[in-house]
């Protein structure tokens, strides 16, 4: 069956960076849009960056500028790199693929503190 395990989190200070990836199994990920997600505590969760499978990106406004969703096929991984990262970008991540059903992995913690 499909699985995404998310990896990568953990504590960066404000302004830091930090990178994300999603390994995807059981699923071509090359014919699957994805994205991440975030969901702060007493939050609904958030998307945050999609790519789709032309490599065309979109971007929340929050993420727009400091944040970078990415694929490698050959590794079926998705990554999001974070610059600059703030405190309000304090949140669990989630990656979600886009194939016959929405698959989701169960995230990784980001806390952005000083």
């Known amino acids: 069956q499909v699985q995404l395990v998310e990896s990568g989190g953990g504590l960066v200070q404000p302004g830091g960076s930090l990178r994300l990836s999603c390994a995807v199994s059981g699923s071509d990920l090359s014919m699957s849009p994805v994205a991440w997600y975030r969901q702060a505590p007493g939050s609904q969760r958030e998307l945050v960056a999609t790519?789709?499978?032309?490599?065309?990106?979109i971007y929340a406004d929050a993420a727009k500028g400091r944040f970078t969703i990415s694929r490698d096929n050959a590794k079926s991984r998705v990554y999001l790199q974070m610059d600059s990262v703030k405190p309000e970008d304090t949140a669990v991540y989630y990656c979600k693929l886009y194939a016959d059903e929405e698959h989701w992995g169960n995230g990784t913690l980001v806390t952005v503190s000083s």
């Open positions: 790519i789709l499978t032309t490599d065309r990106t």
